[in-house]
């Protein structure tokens, strides 16, 4: 077998390929009678040998004059991430050469209704692989093969951008007058095209992303027993925060300000995609359990739901390859109630016991200076230490005296003393000055 293999090699290196192909089938049929022969970890082996010779095969196919080989190397390149060596250079440049071929009689292309000329090749070449690339991705049997051609299709599409780029810088002065749609260029029609395309693109890579994690949530207790960091909520807000970056940027894409139907599409899947956020943030509050909040993001969620079904009418196409909002509704119903139950129980623990003296004494210092307690607000601004407005206390009155005697003295006449003095005249007067008196 391995004769066989070198000899195939050799053949292949020298382009013979009806020797390189019988040689090769040959070190295949061995590898699979040995693979036959031995037990299942054994045959792994020889298994694997058979992988890698198959390519080489079709390859070998291909260039003796079956034109189906070609599609069976793409795919076997497109599921397997590609080969190694000599095959790899070899088939990269055949992909390359076959694209170039048919992208020499492709004129143009249709989207959302508009016709627009693409000129450019790698522009070309790229739009040819994309049904492709979109048909290994719908096969792709593992989360890593599809992450793997989700970030070839990006990689590039952003090549086939900067192009268009350049191009816009080269012909800013001469844009096309087009009266039926407005000011926007074929040229800059395309680019929005490309731009729809990277971006469509990039959704699609993280909302398959968050699949995978809300499947690896539902293994979470799985994960904490093997030691490892399971996924948590934050992980999937923050892949819905890129997806609705990504649909604003959508949004003011140049020729489709118009589009209608467009915008909808857009407001319906930014919508959707507010509701998953909303629910995977409520999750997170539940973890901490703060019920309130996650109570409010709940019914949140729910209004967003509520208005996705209400604007779907015509739309029922794009909402077909949106997450199914229906389910949504459903597993918030069942977490609200969960959560009720949840916060019931969390209510009705024993609350720790506080020692009297930490209990909160509402009167002033001043009233309790005889009892010790631990109470921080005396240090405070607001230290209550003493009752102020004070409250009234009851004092004695002071006196009011009334001269109530004089209403029942009767005093003593004077009429006669006061007649003498009237008599005296002169005499009286120094009699009364040296002290004689009668």
């Not at 195939?8 to 061995?30: P, Y």
């Not at 892949?239 to 949004?251: H, V």
């Not at 539940?286 to 015509?314: F, I, M, P």
Request: hydrophobic share 40%.
């Amino acid at each position: 077998a391995y004769t066989a293999y070198l000899s195939g090699m050799l053949h292949f290196e020298q382009q013979h390929w009806e020797d390189a192909m019988k040689a090769f089938n040959k070190c295949k049929t061995i590898y699979e009678k040995l693979a036959s022969a031995f037990t299942e970890e054994q045959a792994v082996l020889y298994n694997q040998r058979v992988d890698e010779i198959s390519p080489n095969i079709r390859y070998c196919a291909y260039n003796i004059g079956d034109k189906t080989a070609m599609d069976e190397l793409m795919q076997m390149r497109l599921r397997t991430g590609g080969t190694e060596g000599l095959l790899a250079e070899k088939l990269e440049a055949l992909i390359t050469q076959t694209r170039a071929k048919q992208a020499a009689t492709m004129s143009e292309v249709e989207w959302r209704g508009r016709a627009v000329p693409v000129k450019i090749d790698k522009v070309r070449i790229f739009l040819l692989g994309l049904a492709d690339n979109e048909a290994a991705i719908a096969q792709a049997e593992d989360e890593e093969t599809k992450e793997r051609l989700f970030e070839t299709v990006l990689s590039e599409c952003r090549d086939a951008i900067q192009c268009v780029r350049e191009e816009l810088k080269t012909e800013q002065r001469q844009r096309d007058a087009d009266t039926e749609f407005g000011k926007v260029s074929n040229l800059q029609y395309l680019h929005s095209y490309l731009s729809y395309i990277k971006l469509s693109t990039a959704i699609r890579r993280n909302e398959s992303m968050a699949s995978g994690l809300q499947k690896a949530l539902l293994q979470q207790p799985q994960a904490e027993e093997d030691g490892k960091r399971g996924p948590r909520p934050q992980d999937l807000i923050r892949l819905y925060d890129i997806i609705l970056q990504n649909l604003a940027e959508l949004n003011p894409l140049p020729g489709l300000e118009d589009d209608r139907n467009f915008q909808r599409e857009i407001t319906l899947k930014t919508l959707v995609y507010k509701a998953y956020r909303c629910f995977f943030i409520a999750q997170s509050y539940v973890l901490v359990k703060k019920w309130s909040e996650a109570l409010v993001l709940y019914d949140r969620v729910l209004k967003y739901a509520k208005e996705v079904q209400a604007q779907t009418g015509a739309a029922k196409n794009t909402l077909k390859e949106l997450p199914d909002v229906k389910e949504l509704i459903l597993q918030v119903n069942a977490e609200k109630y969960s959560l009720h139950a949840a916060a019931i129980l969390d209510s009705s623990d024993k609350p720790e016991e506080v020692s009297p003296s930490q209990v909160k004494n509402n009167k002033p210092l001043s009233d309790r200076l005889d009892v010790f307690s631990l109470d921080p607000s005396v240090v405070g601004k607001h230290a209550s230490l003493v009752q102020f407005p004070p409250n009234f206390h009851p004092i004695p009155c002071k006196p009011l005296f009334f001269d109530l005697a004089l209403n029942h003295v009767t005093f003593p006449s004077l009429e006669d003393k006061l007649e003498q003095k009237a008599k005296s005249g002169l005499t009286g007067y120094f009699k009364g000055f040296f002290g004689f008196r009668s």
